[in-house]
Nanobody
């Protein structure tokens, strides 16, 4: 199993940047593929970005491509989401998710692909 704790959320203005972190516990972190999802007020949870266990492959939802970057530091058991040029519509609770991945397959974007979740961190974009 792996436990996930997100941090880095906050209140920012449109155009600002923010970096979210997800600290994972567990000795086998490097065998987990990781992802970020978000849930905006009144909406369903949606996929944002995913990264394979090796870090070599990533995937993004179209609305964040070119603005957000997912990365991981396996030495620190941490996955990051760098968010640039933030927009009002990026306001949401952001969740880190993990799935056991013994081989390096393509990133997954489905909610039900990930059995492990953090508690979430709030990101609010407001002027």
């Amino acid at each position: 199993q792996v436990q996930l704790v997100e941090s880095g959320g906050g209140l920012v203005q449109p155009g600002d940047s923010l970096r979210l972190s997800c600290q994972a516990s567990g000795r086998t972190y490097t065998t987990y593929a990781m992802a970020w999802f978000r849930r905006a007020p009144g909406k369903e949870r949606e996929f944002v970005a995913a990264i394979t266990k090796s870090g070599r492959n990533t995937d993004y939802v179209d609305s964040v491509k070119g603005r957000f970057t997912i990365s991981r530091d396996n030495a620190k058991n941490t996955v990051y989401l760098q968010m640039n040029s933030l927009k009002f519509e990026d306001t949401a609770v952001y969740y880190c998710a993990a799935k056991f991945s013994p081989v390096d397959v393509a990133p997954k974007s489905g909610i039900y692909d990930y059995p492990y979740w953090g508690q979430g961190t709030q990101v609010t974009v407001s002027s």
